[in-house]
C-alpha cells in the first residue's frame, strides 16, 4: 500500500539531547513537509521540501533541522536548542503540482522526560 | 497576514441532527481551500479541495462549498461515526512551497 511511514508513533527526550524522527512516503511524491501540533493551536510549519538535497525554513524552524538526501525520506531532528518540544509532529508530502491536496502520516508524539 | 479561522471550535450533535462547521479566511490570493477529517492521535485525513467561489464538494454525507470569504462543511444526518476533528486549511499565493495555513480545527462529536 502506498502510504508515508512516521515513526517512532512514540519518542521521549531527556534534557540536552537530540531526537530524529522518521518520515519515509512511497507515493512518488515531490514535496515533503514538517508540522508541529500543539493542543488548541493548529499545525505549524516547521520546514519543507520541493525536491532532493534542498530544504527551506517554515514558520517556526528555530532548534530543528532536516535532511532530504533520498526523494522517500525527509528526517526530523529535534535539537536541545528546541526549549519546548513536546507536541505531535506530522508529515506530509503531495506530488509537486500546485493543485494537489498534502497527505499525512500518523505522527509521532514527542515526550520530556 | 493571511489567516484561517474556524468556528464553532467544538459542536455536539445528536445522530441525524445536520448542522454545518465555518472556515473564514483572509489570505492574498486564494490557491485553493483544503478541508481535512483528524482522529485522536492519528495524522489528517484529506476530504475536499475547493479552488474558486461557488464551487461544492460532495462525499457521502459531508458537503464543502466556497465562497470568497469562507467555507462551509455541511453535515447531514451525521452518525457517531463522523466524530472528530475538521480541519481547514488554505493555499495562498503568499505561501512558498505549496505550504498550507491551518485553522484551529472544529471537534465534532456525535452521539447516538
Known amino acids: 500500500d502506498g502510504g508515508i511511514t512516521q515513526s517512532p508513533k512514540y519518542l521521549f527526550r531527556k534534557e540536552g539531547q537530540n531526537v530524529t524522527l522518521s518520515c519515509e512516503q512511497n507515493?512518488?511524491?515531490?514535496?515533503m513537509y514538517w508540522y508541529r501540533q500543539d493542543p488548541g493551536q493548529g499545525l505549524r510549519l516547521i520546514y519543507y521540501s520541493q525536491i532532493v538535497n534542498d530544504f527551506q525554513k517554515g514558520d517556526i524552524a528555530e532548534g530543528y533541522s532536516v535532511s532530504r538526501e533520498k526523494k522517500e525520506s525527509f528526517p526530523l531532528t529535534v535539537t536541545s536548542a528546541q526549549k519546548n518540544p513536546t507536541a505531535f509532529y506530522l508529515c506530509a508530502s503531495k506530488i509537486g503540482h500546485i493543485n494537489q491536496p498534502q497527505h499525512f502520516g500518523d505522527g509521532t508524539r514527542l515526550s520530556i522526560l | 497576514e493571511d489567516q484561517v479561522t474556524q468556528s464553532p471550535e467544538a459542536l455536539r450533535l445528536q445522530e441525524g441532527e445536520s448542522s454545518s462547521l465555518n472556515c473564514s479566511y483572509t489570505?492574498?490570493?486564494?490557491?485553493?481551500l483544503f478541508w481535512y477529517r483528524q482522529d485522536p492521535g492519528k495524522g489528517p485525513e484529506f476530504l475536499f479541495t475547493l479552488y474558486s467561489a461557488g464551487e461544492e464538494k460532495e462525499k457521502e454525507r459531508l458537503k464543502a462549498t466556497l465562497t470568497k470569504k469562507e467555507s462551509f462543511l455541511h453535515i447531514t444526518a451525521p452518525k457517531p461515526e463522523d466524530s472528530a476533528t475538521y480541519l481547514c486549511a488554505v493555499q495562498a499565493n503568499s505561501n512558498s512551497g505549496y505550504a498550507l495555513n491551518f485553522g484551529k480545527g472544529t471537534s465534532l462529536l456525535v452521539t447516538p
Open positions: 489570505v492574498s490570493g486564494l490557491r485553493g
Open positions: 507515493l512518488n511524491h515531490d514535496a
